[in-house]
């Protein structure tokens, strides 16, 4: 199984349009994927406003590769959510339990 953390700071006001975003947008895109087994999403509850994680978990990489494509190591937003971010990164980790 593959974890994807992928990780977003917001653009300062847009905090609440980028939680529709992934209620509307980005949650049911991607549990709709072949190969997902579950999704999270949260946001910051310290200092850190604006900064969101969206978790996801994957059966093997292909499944992961044939959602995001070849560049699967790098953050991927989809275009209407695109706008709202000011910065984001993304982690992968084969899950050992």
């Known amino acids: 199984m593959i974890i994807r953390v992928f ?3 917001v653009v300062p006001g847009k905090e609440k349009e980028f939680e529709e975003k992934l209620r ?3 949650i049911p895109l991607t549990k709709s994927q ?3 087994s579950s999704v999270y999403a949260g946001g910051s509850l310290s ?4 900064e969101y994680v ?3 978990t994957w059966e093997n990489l292909d499944d992961l590769k044939k959602f995001v494509g070849e560049n ?3 953050p991927y937003l989809p275009s209407t959510v695109a706008p709202l971010v000011a910065e ?3 982690s992968h980790y084969q899950n050992i339990a």
């Open 7 to 9: 990780r977003a700071r």
């Open 24 to 26: 509307s947008v980005s």
């Open 34 to 36: 072949a190969g997902v």
């Open 47 to 50: 200092s850190q406003k604006g």
């Open 54 to 56: 969206f978790i996801s």
């Open 72 to 74: 699967w190591d790098k």
């Open 88 to 90: 984001a990164w993304v």
